[in-house]
């Protein structure tokens, strides 16, 4: 299985890379783990007469071949379909390039690929806070309304279309930011994402989202900038009865599932 994007065949096209071994050798190095592993790594792709592409390049390598994707889609392709996804809900991601696979006869999968064009001048969202905005006071209070704002409205977003991250943690959301506005969040590293239909486990998933959000939140906000995370997330201006269950639900998930990190904060 092997999908390039079309505005970027051409350059696929010139660097004679066809086929899903031909990008493989040619992002990896021609050297592939001997064992069970993922790598990412950043390459700027350069074909003759094009301009250069900044790329991030993931691969999952499966030795031996695994059993537990036959009948099912990798990683990397459930990560490419998410990222459509994120585009159809108007929320920015990282742009999908090519993605393949590669399985044994039995349908096993040996190994998988991911290719996306890098954010222009991102960084994550932890990176940018620290950074640019580490306190409460004057600008960097400004902008970390902004940022916790545009979070809660993604969030928000993804969770009425019932689709869900499951890996919602601040090292998977970037930032680009062009002073004095011009700031933005962007969406990736979504291998996991899914719709999730039934009542249940959409709050599950719900629940999960936001702790592991929260986990980050607890470290770099404080418990005011939390809660209005959580207001601008249900669209409310004030509290009531079902927020105030939503937070103690998505503190008491990310106490049970995660206690070496809880602190009480």
């Known amino acids: 299985m092997l999908s390039i994007e079309l505005p970027?065949?051409?350059?696929?096209?010139?660097?004679?890379?066809?086929?899903?071994?031909?990008?493989?050798?040619?992002?990896?190095?021609?050297?592939?783990?001997?064992?069970?592993?993922?790598?990412?790594?950043?390459?700027?792709?350069?074909?003759?007469?094009?301009?250069?592409?900044?790329?991030?390049?993931?691969?999952?390598?499966?030795?031996?071949?695994?059993w537990g994707f036959v009948g099912r889609a990798s990683k990397a392709q459930c990560e490419f379909k998410n990222y459509d996804v994120f585009g159809r809900l108007g929320i920015p991601c990282a742009e999908r390039m090519a993605c393949g696979e590669s399985r044994d006869g039995l349908g096993r999968l040996r190994r998988a690929f991911i290719i996306t064009r890098a954010v222009p001048e991102a960084m994550s969202l932890i990176d940018f806070v620290k950074q640019h905005c580490p306190h409460t006071m004057g600008t960097s209070r400004k902008l970390r309304a902004n940022l916790l704002r545009q979070l809660a409205i993604l969030t928000g977003r993804m969770h009425a279309a019932e689709f869900f991250h499951n890996d919602l943690v601040w090292?998977?959301?970037?930032?680009?930011?062009?002073?004095?506005?011009?700031?933005?969040?962007?969406?990736?590293?979504?291998?996991?994402?899914?719709?999730?239909?039934?009542?249940?486990?959409?709050?599950?998933?719900?629940?999960?989202?936001?702790?592991?959000l929260d986990k980050s939140a607890a470290r770099f906000c404080t418990r005011a900038e939390r809660v209005a995370f959580v207001r601008e997330y249900l669209g409310l201006k004030g509290l009531n009865h079902s927020a105030k269950r939503l937070i103690r639900d998505a503190l008491d998930y990310r106490k049970r599932r995660w206690p070496e990190d809880w602190d009480e904060s």
């Open 8 to 66: 970027f065949r051409q350059t696929f096209s010139a660097l004679g890379l066809k086929s899903f071994d031909s990008i493989v050798a040619h992002f990896s190095g021609g050297q592939c783990p001997n064992r069970t592993t993922v790598f990412v790594k950043p390459i700027l792709m350069m074909a003759p007469g094009l301009p250069g592409v900044p790329v991030f390049y993931k691969q999952y390598e499966y030795v031996p071949a695994a």
């Open 171 to 212: 090292r998977n959301i970037l930032v680009t930011w062009q002073p004095p506005d011009g700031l933005r969040l962007w969406l990736i590293d979504c291998p996991r994402g899914r719709f999730r239909r039934w009542t249940f486990r959409r709050r599950h998933h719900q629940l999960k989202d936001l702790a592991l």
